[in-house]
């Protein structure tokens, strides 16, 4: 069997990861600068700048809510899930990406210090606050669907791959966007750092493991990360109602028949694939899936979105 794949460490990056330092920047609310990027597609939906900022804040008060389930639920069980794995992982590949498991709890503890601030600062209120994000249901409910029953093992490291290919790259955006308020760019800046050394151990692990699956697991890896690509990266159009439903005071109906007049089903899909772009890259450098796989699938989800859409 040939080496285990070459990965990015802390030590080899001259660097630390941000659960040493402790330190991490509050909200200041004394700031007109964006806590969320601009949308360009909904933004002359508001009213008034102010419902724009109320807009833009509970954007990011969900993406943090989100990241705090990435991190619990999804990244820590994929590391959790490695001791019982029936494959073989180096001694010092497993020992560094049981690291991660500690990087990914100070995330959520910084996404929960963060978010309570924003909360009691600028008193935000959402509907369904307490639900899991719709792509974690999405991935649990793979958990319970019979086809991937021989590859139950491996779905906690499928989910922990789709994810971590993606979050340095958006995060390392947010951390770049001079329109966003300071302390947003430091905390997306500091994840962001560490997710590149997460993204680089998760791919190696990947590789890794798809040398050692046989044709029949493949093929059903494949399926799995295909599905897994679309839950994770398509853009929660609920959850944009939610936001935008808090800052215009629309009812949740409206705001959502506001929103779909911009996200049809070529601009849902269009953004998808912008974000999963790093994802789908190293998926298909490795053969993980085809692009006619994703062609078909974009298909499918292309015309699932015009009738669900057609019924809002
Ligand atoms: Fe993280
Ligand atoms: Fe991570």
Request: hydrophobic letters at 40%; glycine letters at 0%.
């Amino acid at each position: 069997m040939k080496n285990y794949p070459k990965y990015l460490t802390y030590s080899n990056r001259n660097n630390v990861p941000s659960v040493l330092n402790q330190a991490f920047p509050m909200p200041d609310v004394n700031t007109d600068k964006r806590y969320f990027p601009k949308n360009k597609l909904l933004f002359s939906n508001l009213n008034s700048k102010e419902d724009e900022r109320k807009f833009e804040i509970a954007q990011f008060y969900k993406f943090l809510k989100e990241t705090i389930e990435v991190e619990h639920f999804l990244v820590i069980p994929a590391i959790a899930n490695l001791n019982r794995l029936n494959y073989s992982i180096p001694n010092k590949a497993k020992e560094d990406l049981f690291k991660i498991a500690t990087d990914e709890a100070f995330h959520a503890e910084q996404s929960l210090a963060y978010l309570n601030s924003l909360k009691q600062q600028f008193q935000i209120n959402l509907e369904d606050d307490k639900l899991p994000p719709k792509f974690i249901r999405e991935l649990e409910s793979q958990k319970l669907n019979k086809t991937y029953e021989d590859i139950k093992e491996l779905l906690p490291i499928i989910f922990g791959i789709v994810t971590e290919t993606r979050i340095s790259i958006e995060l390392g955006q947010f951390a770049k966007n001079t329109e966003l308020e300071n302390s947003v760019r430091e905390i997306c800046l500091s994840h962001a750092l560490d997710e590149v050394v997460h993204s680089s151990q998760f791919q190696a692990l990947g590789e890794w493991l798809w040398e050692q699956m046989d044709d029949k697991i493949k093929e059903l890896v494949s399926a799995s990360f295909t599905d897994a690509l679309f839950y994770r990266n398509m853009p929660d159009v609920d959850a944009l109602t939610v936001c935008f439903s808090y800052a215009s005071n629309l009812s949740i109906e409206d705001s959502k028949k506001n929103i779909l007049q911009s996200y049809t089903e070529e601009v849902v899909i269009s953004e998808m694939m912008e974000v999963c772009e790093p994802t789908l890259n190293y998926l298909l450098k490795n053969k993980m899936v085809s692009q006619t796989q994703i062609d078909n699938r974009i298909r499918v989800e292309k015309d699932l979105l015009k009738n669900n859409f057609f019924d809002a």
